[in-house]
């Protein structure tokens, strides 16, 4: 069942971390090693991190919101600045830049725009019409995970809290973040639905 499949893909998510698990996460920073955000973005939700460091766009890698609500992606080894293109399912990506420290580094809390269901790379009325049209739909539905051959979107994307729901809580996220666009365009398609369809994953950037 789809669900399985789902679950299988947070495991393989977890694992792409530095090839292992990620640390011992405690409940403050800082995550040595390590760069750490406070996403608005329900725990195990995937995200598509892509890395920008001396001069190279390196491959697109996936990882997963903690249950306390943290995403943890490993720094690469670089002294100078990097730019971090993360993107959540569902969600547009937004441009993170810090420098790696040994410590580890500290992002604090950051907004992503959520409801972009067809990944266009926008939140426009076209989602808008979409999430609206779903009101009432659960992860029970056998298509929640499914990419829509005629829709060109999945359910999945537009539950924008992870309640396992579309509702009015969904429709006012799309709504408010209506006309937002992606700050830098992510792989197509995403790292989240190359997993769904069973390709693997690259390992973060050492």
């Given amino acids: 069942m789809l669900s399985v499949c789902v679950q299988c893909a947070v495991f393989i998510i977890t694992a792409t971390i530095s090839g292992s698990q990620s640390p011992g996460q405690p409940s403050m920073p800082p995550y040595p090693g390590f760069v750490g955000l406070e996403p608005n973005l329900p725990p195990m939700s995937l995200v598509e991190v892509t890395l920008v460091y001396d001069g190279k766009r390196r491959p697109s890698f ?44 500290w992002l604090g809390h950051v907004e992503f725009p959520l409801g972009d269901s067809d990944e266009n790379n926008r939140i426009d009325q076209g989602d808008l019409d979409y999430v609206t049209k779903l009101r009432g739909k659960t992860d ?6 499914d990419w829509g051959e005629t829709t060109q979107r999945m359910a999945w994307y537009a539950d924008t809290n992870g309640d396992g729901r579309i509702d009015e809580s969904d429709i006012a996220t799309v709504r408010r973040f209506l006309g937002s666009k992606s700050q830098e365009p992510p792989s197509r398609p995403s790292v989240v639905r190359q997993l769904l369809s ?9």
């Fill in 62 to 105: 996936g990882t997963l919101v903690d249950e306390g609500g943290v995403l943890l992606f490993s720094a690469p080894r670089t002294t100078g600045s990097v730019s971090a293109y993360a993107k959540p399912h569902g969600g547009l990506s937004r441009r993170l830049v810090f420098v790696p420290k040994p410590g580890g580094v």
């Fill in 140 to 145: 029970k539905e056998a298509e929640w995970y």
């Fill in 198 to 206: 069973g390709k693997s994953l690259a390992r973060p950037p050492q």
